[in-house]
Every structure is written in structure tokens, then in C-alpha cells.
């Protein structure tokens, strides 16, 4: 038997005895009904009665959770396939502390075609429900951006934004360049245009061949009716195809894979993933999962593939063959649960052969060199950490660090950062900016203390995560703001620290407002410890500043067009429409902005004169 924290007992023997053995999934529950574990299985009552064996108290990470569950859910489903979709929404959704979790990236960048007359490729990242089509994920904006620039040379298809095409009056840079066919001013015809999209999207779907032999047909015409410059337009487009060809050469130019390979080490694990399409490897990249430290090769394999692959952002890039360095858990399953979601039969790999074995000895190799990197970077981290709890004197190294600063320009526009770091550096997610509002201007005091008081009030309110250290960027009034407000709030067991400037501001002179708000230190230039509070102190100001930026400059747009004579609350709302924002407006020249409903030369002038300082 197992024992909760609050010393209740969990009988798991009745538990057992009364569940049932159909499919489903399965959820562990601790005293606080927070949810520790999820998992699917082909038989409920056998693999959760596994849990409570001898042979399942020799892994630590299940000791551990076994000694918290105090109850047990479960969902009966059709079959295991039903079970893990369900396991997989249910990990995504409640990212429980026991399960392997990787980063849930809805970011992934694509190159997306837009559905105009004259259509433009670009990046794009999101959910996909902007009409057109969508051709990736790329693994990151590098290698999107090396394919638009390629895309650009080869078949001068636009890339501009559609207010920057809607308002030319004459070429741009692109087609002196002869990157562009200039269809915003008329210069190629809808018809020409359309055929130029085409062999882009044929060259994007990898059929480079077909593009050659497409425009073999038109050079030779060309020739015929003696419009060499023409010819000779066709001839450079076909050698600078035949050269990417030799660039990129493809032994298996039909292979349209991912290569999955899994690196363990020091209770650390990396996942790196390699993206074949078209026989072309197009990038890769490293994961590396929380709480795997205990998570044999083939469940953390088995996590990726799921939490990845059946997203619902990426389900239509399922490649046809996974190439995986080991079997992944429930392979069989995987494999029916991925095809299902494609649409067509999926294929996992473990050992293949020819060029597609040495693709899977590259992604190994990629993992080994990532983990090692990512040891030595956490090895240096932790022992940052550690000597900052002899610093400070805490009982533990910190889990969880959170640091404040204020950005203004005397008083304008004033915006609070908060920056969060964790055991492996900045956890991005949970940064989180204020726009501090109904304060004196420039006020640093009080605006610290509403930027504290909102942040812990909320977090109190959604019983999220309180940090273990509180940083903030300033000496000891800042930090008695930061007191004073914890105290309302009643927020115990956190060490503030203040991070004051030295002496010119000289890195290395900082002093420690220690966690009364009275007591001080110094640190050693040299020290880890001090390294460290640099470090998140510096991002925390460099993510204030960069909002500030933001907010001033919205700021002053707005206040400049509503001191402009003439502009009335309609005209602004139709001059950010017509824009798509005050950015937009801030660019804009005089004859662009003349082009907005309502707004005639005069006024256009008096808008572009007062937006940049004009007499």
C-alpha cells in the first residue's frame, strides 16, 4: 500500500480488484486531485495493478509517484488506437509531472501561397485557417527563409505584404534586383504570372524535373519567333534548376521521411529529428523533454511521436516512413493511429539500409553532440545554481527564479517585465509583460508594485506556480514595494532579492538587497552565483525594454493622428484598416495615404507631415 501526503491510505488492492479489463485510459490522482500520471492500455485492471509490483518499485521515478496517488480514473474506450489519441489529448491538455512532455511548439514556420490574383508566398506560422496553401513545417525560420530567398532567384513570384503591393506606383528594389516580375504595376500578365506559380509549387512539391521539362517547351518558342532575351530568361532559369539540383544531389529523390534518433545520458535525453522531403533533408532539430530522467528510449520515442504528430497543426505533414534509432512503445498502434491520420499507410523503420541507414547514424550522431552540448550548458547551470543557494544561504538549489524590472521615458508609456527561469535557463512561456497604467509618471515604485500585485494575484487566484526566488531591479525601495505587497497578498517562503546598480553602472559592482529589504551583499566579479543574477536581470530588462518600444511608439501614433485637424475617430479607424495598423500608417507616404477612403491629398500631406516632424 501507498500513503498520500495529507496521511490518508490508498487502498489500490480494491481498486484493482474492481476495475475493469477493456481498453482505455488511465489517470493518477494525488490528494489535491491534480492529475500526476496518464497513460492508455490494452487491459486497464493489468497494467495499473503493474504499478503497485516489487519489479515497479525499483524505478524511482514510480516510487515517487506511487507514494502520492490517492486515487485512480478511468476512461473505457473502443480499442488501444481510440486509447491513445485520447491519452495523447489528455497529456497535451493537463501536462502532468510524471509523463514524458515535450515542448507543446504550435509555432512551427511554413511557406504559405495565398489565394489572390497574383499570389504571394511567405512565411507564415499559426493554426493554417488563412485561405491558401501551405507547404512545410520547415524545422525553423532559417531554413524557411533560405527557400523563400531560393524561390525569389529561381521564379521571382512576389513576397511583399499585400498593402505594399496594393500601393505601388512603380517598381520596387525586388525587380531591379530580378527578383520580381513587378505584377503590382502591371509588368507580367495574370496569365504569365499564374505559370511562374505553378513551377514554384512544383519545385516546392520536389518535382524538380517536371519544372525543367516545363520549361524547355516555352525557351525553345521563344527561340523560334527570335525573342532571345526571352530564351535567354528561360536558359538561366533552367541552369540555376540544374544547379540547385547538383547542390542539393538526391540518392533517394522519392524519400519523403523523418528521421527519429534518441540519445540518453546522465538522466538526460535528447530527441533529434531529421525532415527528408523529396529525398532532400530541408533541416533539423533537438528536444529535449521534461521529466524523462527515468523514461526508458522507447517510451520517450513513443511521447514524441505522439505529442508531435498527432497535433492537430501538423497532422497533414505525416511522412510516409519514420526512421526511429530504436522501437518506439506500442509500435504497431503508432503506426495504425499515424496512417489513419494520414490517410494513407505509415511505415516505421528501425533498421534500414543504404542512404537511408546512414541518415539514421547522422541523427544519432546530431543527438549524442546535442545531449553532450546540453550536459555541459546544464552542468554549468546547476552549478550556478548551487553556489547561488550558498549565497543566499537557502535550504535548496532554486526550481523556479522570477525576476521584475519597469521600462519608460520619463514616465511614458511604462511597462513591466517579468522573466521566469527554471533548472535549464529561461522558460519563455511563462514571461509575461504589464502596461502599468493609473500610476504618477514615472513613478518606479509604484509601478513595481502593481506589476507584482497583478502577477501574484492572478497566480494565487489560478493556483499557479510561485517561484522559489523573486529577483527585482532595484535597490531597497523596490524591493520593500515587492515586501509589502507579498505581505497583502500573503504569499509565504519566497526570497526577494534586489539587484542594485554599481557605480557607473560597471557589471561586477552590483549590490544584493537581501530578503528583509535592509540587509546587503556583495559578490565576487568572478562569481557563478553573481553570473547568474546578471544574466536573468539582464533579460528581464531587455524583455521591458523591447515592450516599452512597442507601447510608445502605438502610443504616439495614436496621439499624433488624434491632434491631427480633420481626423475624426472614423478616418483613424479607416487609415488602421487600410494598413493593417499604425505601423503601417507611421510608413506610409504621402500619394499611399492619399489612396485611403476619405483622405485627400491635403490631408494626406497634413497626416505625413505631422507623423514625421515636418514643418
Not at 532579492?497 to 557589471?507: E, N, Q, S
Not at 562569481?527 to 502610443?555: C, V, Y
Request: glycine share 6%.
Amino acid at each position: 500500500m501507498s500513503t498520500t501526503g495529507n496521511d490518508k491510505t490508498f487502498d489500490h488492492a480494491s481498486k484493482v480488484r474492481d476495475m475493469t479489463s477493456r481498453s482505455g485510459v488511465y489517470r493518477m490522482l494525488d490528494a489535491d486531485g491534480t492529475v500526476l500520471y496518464v497513460g492508455k492500455a490494452k487491459n486497464l485492471k493489468k497494467r495499473v495493478a503493474s504499478y503497485f509490483t516489487s519489479k515497479a518499485d525499483e524505478s524511482p521515478r514510480i516510487r515517487s509517484m506511487v507514494r502520492q496517488i490517492h486515487d485512480i480514473e478511468v476512461t473505457i474506450t473502443r480499442n488501444e488506437a481510440e486509447a491513445l489519441v485520447l491519452e495523447n489529448n489528455l497529456i497535451k491538455e493537463l501536462r502532468p509531472r510524471y509523463n514524458v512532455l515535450f515542448r507543446d511548439d504550435k509555432s512551427y514556420p511554413y511557406i504559405q501561397l495565398s489565394e489572390h490574383e497574383y499570389p504571394r508566398l511567405s512565411l507564415y506560422r499559426g493554426s493554417r485557417k488563412q485561405k491558401g496553401r501551405y507547404f512545410g513545417p520547415y524545422p525553423s525560420v532559417g531554413a524557411v527563409r533560405r527557400t523563400l530567398n531560393l524561390m525569389q532567384k529561381l521564379f521571382q513570384i512576389r513576397q511583399c505584404s499585400d498593402s505594399f503591393f496594393s500601393n505601388r506606383s512603380r517598381p520596387c528594389l525586388q525587380y531591379q534586383i530580378k527578383r520580381c516580375t513587378a505584377p503590382c504595376v502591371g509588368y507580367i500578365s495574370a496569365e504569365d504570372y499564374a505559370r511562374d506559380v505553378k513551377h514554384a509549387v512544383m519545385f516546392l512539391e520536389g518535382r524538380n524535373e517536371e519544372v525543367i521539362e516545363a520549361l524547355r517547351q516555352p525557351m525553345q518558342e521563344a527561340s523560334d519567333r527570335l525573342d532571345f532575351e526571352r530564351a535567354a530568361q528561360y536558359r538561366d532559369q533552367i541552369q540555376n534548376l540544374r544547379q540547385v539540383q547538383e547542390e542539393h544531389h538526391r540518392s533517394d529523390p522519392d524519400a519523403d521521411l523523418d528521421v527519429i534518433a534518441c540519445a540518453q545520458r546522465e538522466g538526460l535525453t535528447c530527441v533529434q529529428v531529421f525532415f527528408v522531403r523529396n529525398g532532400t533533408n530541408i533541416g533539423h532539430r533537438s528536444y529535449f523533454p521534461q521529466h524523462a530522467r527515468d523514461a526508458s528510449v522507447d517510451d520517450v520515442l513513443a511521447a514524441f511521436i505522439q505529442q508531435y504528430y498527432l497535433a492537430s497543426d501538423v497532422e497533414k505533414a505525416i511522412p510516409a516512413t519514420f526512421l526511429t534509432s530504436d522501437a518506439p512503445a506500442d509500435e504497431a498502434v503508432l503506426e495504425q493511429v499515424l496512417g489513419e491520420r494520414a490517410g494513407r499507410k505509415v511505415q516505421i523503420v528501425t533498421r534500414p539500409r543504404g542512404e537511408r541507414a546512414r541518415w539514421l547514424e547522422m541523427a544519432q550522431e546530431n543527438a549524442g553532440l546535442a545531449l553532450a552540448q546540453q550536459t555541459a550548458k546544464d552542468q554549468n547551470l546547476q552549478r550556478r545554481l548551487e553556489d547561488l543557494q550558498k549565497a543566499l544561504e537557502l535550504p535548496e538549489p532554486p526550481e523556479r527564479m522570477e525576476c521584475f524590472d519597469i521600462s519608460h521615458t520619463q514616465g511614458e508609456a511604462t511597462v513591466a517585465s517579468c522573466v521566469v527561469f527554471g533548472p535549464q535557463g529561461p522558460i519563455k512561456s511563462d514571461y509575461r509583460r504589464f502596461n502599468i497604467k493609473d500610476i504618477t509618471p514615472g513613478d518606479d515604485y509604484a509601478a513595481m508594485a502593481q506589476a507584482i500585485q497583478r502577477r501574484y494575484t492572478r497566480v494565487k487566484k489560478e493556483e499557479g506556480r510561485l517561484p522559489d526566488v523573486l529577483l527585482i531591479d532595484g535597490g531597497k525601495g523596490q524591493v520593500q514595494q515587492a515586501l509589502n505587497v507579498l505581505e497583502e497578498l500573503q504569499v509565504p517562503g519566497m526570497y526577494v532579492l534586489g539587484v542594485a546598480k554599481g557605480p557607473g553602472r560597471r557589471p561586477g559592482l552590483e549590490t544584493l538587497i537581501l530578503e528583509d529589504g535592509q540587509a546587503s551583499k556583495h559578490l565576487s566579479p568572478d562569481s557563478p552565483a553573481l553570473h547568474l543574477i546578471q544574466h536573468i536581470r539582464d533579460e528581464a530588462h531587455r524583455f521591458a525594454i523591447s515592450g516599452h518600444r512597442a507601447a510608445r511608439g502605438k502610443a504616439r501614433t495614436v496621439s499624433q493622428l488624434e491632434q491631427i485637424e480633420g481626423v475624426g475617430s472614423r478616418r483613424r479607424q479607416e487609415l488602421i484598416r487600410y494598413f493593417g495598423g499604425l505601423q503601417g500608417v507611421a510608413r506610409a507616404g504621402v500619394e499611399e495615404l492619399a489612396k485611403v477612403p476619405g483622405i485627400n491629398k491635403n490631408l494626406a500631406r497634413r497626416i505625413y507631415d505631422s507623423l514625421h516632424g515636418s514643418a
